[in-house]
């Protein structure tokens, strides 16, 4: 019985994190979309830019937020092992990040 439950728990968390994953990619979808559309109509103002600059900030995000979304469930369900893993790919993202910029 409670292994039905972790699997309906952990279903549950994998239908969430795709919704995520599809809105991330869909607002920067929209975001870069709108700019590209916007640029060739106006040109590289700081509008058309902004809204560029925020399209690929968006993207980028999406998988960080994916691990923490993924690290809430994972502590909520007090699955110490994928919690630890989560933590350790967190890390490795920010890392990866703060040496880039």
Request: hydrophobic fraction near 65%; charged fraction near 10%; include cysteine.
């Amino acid at each position: 019985m409670i292994q039905r439950a972790d699997d309906a728990a952990i279903e549950r968390l994998e239908i969430q994190v795709g919704r995520l994953l599809q809105a991330g990619v869909l607002l920067a979808t929209a975001c870069l979309g709108g700019g590209l559309i916007l640029w060739c109509i106006a040109g590289a103002t700081h509008a058309v830019n902004l809204v560029l600059t925020t399209g690929l900030i968006v993207l980028m995000v999406t998988p960080l937020a994916r691990v923490v979304a993924s690290l809430v469930a994972y502590v909520r369900l007090r699955d110490w092992f994928f919690v630890a893993t989560t933590v350790m790919v967190f890390a490795v993202l920010v890392a990866a990040w703060l040496v880039k910029s």
